[in-house]
């Protein structure tokens, strides 16, 4: 992921335009009853999965190069 955020950040800059990533989080991270369901399909009922460290991951590498993003979560999960 960090090589792909590097290429997308070098060929905009490339082309002369400012990037900005915009981070959209799935239906599963925002429906409760979604990733219970989710979850209990697979067998794993007591199992704690991290449905948000994809974007955590994400901004880790956004960060670390001092790209711009915003992530809609926040705003989505209320």
């Given at each position: 992921m960090s090589d792909l955020v590097g290429?997308?950040?070098?060929?905009?800059?490339a082309?002369?335009?400012r990037v900005l990533f915009v981070l959209a989080p799935s239906e599963i991270q925002l429906d409760q009853d979604?990733?219970?369901s989710v979850v209990r399909c697979?067998?794993?009922?007591?199992?704690?999965?991290?449905?948000l460290q994809p974007q955590r991951l994400l901004v880790e590498q956004l960060e670390k190069r001092?790209?711009?993003?915003?992530?809609?979560?926040?705003?989505?999960s209320r």
């Open positions: 290429q997308m950040a070098a060929s905009t800059a082309a002369g335009a979604l990733r219970e697979r067998g794993k009922r007591d199992a704690r999965y991290d449905f001092g790209l711009p993003y915003l992530d809609l979560w926040p705003a989505f």
